[in-house]
């Protein structure tokens, strides 16, 4: 679908200008009309291909945020009484991603040759996830598609804060431990060699720490390529071993039973999981596709497998609640709540209860470890730089002294 350039004149005469896209130049002209334009001018923007291509690529692809923003818009102008297609051309021309951009333009033709819309978004995985197109589906079949976009836009933004909270909470201990790296190189491997040369050639007698210290220097000076490679080799691998599902569910295994950390991540994963079937239930998907959904949103393949085998259990006829008590990865309270929602048919409102006290809980243990980790860091720093100082000003003042005093022998005679 190509870009019109055009010119146009409003109710009051006023001539505008600018650039839309459409199929031809008589639905630019109808396009205009229903914003109360007429077309004095159009022809095809060529000029700008190059330019327009080069904007398309987008390296980040669409995040979470641009995801509501899209929804929330979404569902602005269809409670407003804007057509579907409209509201695509609208979001189009006034979003700044662009390839999502390029993603509601071929929608768009999608649903002018008599496509749906979930399954014009089906045709994008990346951008629209299996769980967004099927809600969406239920609401065209349903009439309810201002409501549901409404719903989603709510959706991911608390997930995306809950996401952005444990990044956060990532951040401070991933810089302390970059920046005592690099200290560790430029001071071993920079700064102190040519005081341990001095040490050496005045023969002074070496503490274990200055030791300890030297053997670390001269392991810097001589294998750095080979450290950064290591460290660059490590960080790949670790990546690819999470692409890979035979070796994420070791790596998965683990990260549940980080010593401080497995009941954190656990509830991570769980609150996601909560989050996805309230919004599902919600918007009358059926509770075994409901679990299914949310279960393949899920990423963390040793939850996932509980979370099946949950499902699987449903299927055979148990009642949710009881099919996921006694686990580790689901308290009982939470339980009780969920069994409570069943008995009294207001299954959804509960499990949207359940996810909020999972999010509440989750945001107080982020703060809790938070306050714990930065005494700890700041110990550990002070014992790196401590260690560091001593290697080097033990023997120094040891050599000082000595010298001081045979200068001061030497005067004497």
């Avoid at 001018?41 to 690529?57: P, Q, T, V, Y």
């Avoid at 033709?109 to 995985?125: I, N, R, V, W, Y």
């Avoid at 670390?216 to 390529?225: E, M, R």
């Avoid at 959904?293 to 963390?300: G, K």
């Amino acid at each position: 679908m190509p870009d019109y350039y055009y010119k146009a004149a409003d109710n009051t005469g006023a001539i505008s200008s600018g650039i839309r896209f459409a199929n031809n130049t008589a639905e630019l002209a109808s396009v205009l009309r229903q914003t109360g334009l007429r077309v004095l001018e159009s022809h095809e923007a060529s000029g700008a291909n190059i330019f327009r291509k080069l904007a398309e690529i987008q390296l980040g692809g669409v995040s979470r945020r641009d995801l509501v923003e899209f929804s929330n818009n979404m569902g602005v102008m269809l409670r407003a009484g804007v057509n579907l297609v409209n509201a695509l051309i609208e979001l189009k021309q006034d979003h700044e991603n662009a390839y999502l951009k390029k993603v509601v333009g071929r929608m768009i033709e999608d649903l002018q040759s008599g496509t749906g819309l979930h399954e014009a978004m089906a045709k994008f995985p990346k951008v629209f996830p299996v769980l967004y197109v099927n809600v969406v589906a239920i609401g065209e079949a349903t009439g309810n598609l201002d409501a549901i976009f409404f719903d989603l836009a709510r959706h991911y933004k608390q997930i995306d804060t809950l996401v952005s909270n444990v990044r956060k909470a990532m951040i401070y201990p991933a810089f302390v431990l970059v920046a005592m790296i690099g200290a560790a190189f430029v001071f071993l491997g920079v700064v102190f060699p040519p005081l341990f040369e001095i040490l050496l050639e005045f023969d002074v007698e070496l503490p274990t720490v200055t030791i300890v210290v030297m053997a670390v220097s001269q392991s810097i000076q001589d294998y750095w390529p080979l450290m950064i490679f290591g460290l660059v080799a490590v960080v790949v691998l670790f990546v690819l071993a999470r692409k890979n599902p035979v070796t994420r569910y070791p790596l998965d295994w683990i990260e549940l039973r980080i010593p401080g950390l497995s009941t954190l991540m656990t509830q991570l994963r769980m609150t996601f999981f909560m989050r996805y079937m309230a919004m599902l239930l919600s918007s009358g998907v059926l509770i075994l596709r409901a679990l299914e959904l949310s279960t393949a949103s899920v990423p963390n393949l040793v939850v996932r497998d509980f979370l099946n085998h949950v499902r699987q259990r449903v299927t055979d006829g148990e009642l949710f609640s009881a099919s996921m008590r006694g686990s580790r990865y689901v308290p009982n309270m939470v339980v009780r709540m969920i069994a409570i929602g069943e008995e009294s048919g207001n299954l959804p409102e509960q499990m949207e209860y359940v996810a909020d006290r999972y999010n509440e809980d989750l945001e107080r243990r982020i703060a809790a470890a938070l306050a714990m980790l930065e005494p700890i860091l700041i110990v550990v720093l002070a014992a790196f730089a401590l260690s560091l100082v001593m290697g080097v000003m033990l023997p120094l003042y040891g050599l000082v002294s000595e010298l001081s005093m045979e200068a001061g022998s030497g005067g004497g005679m």
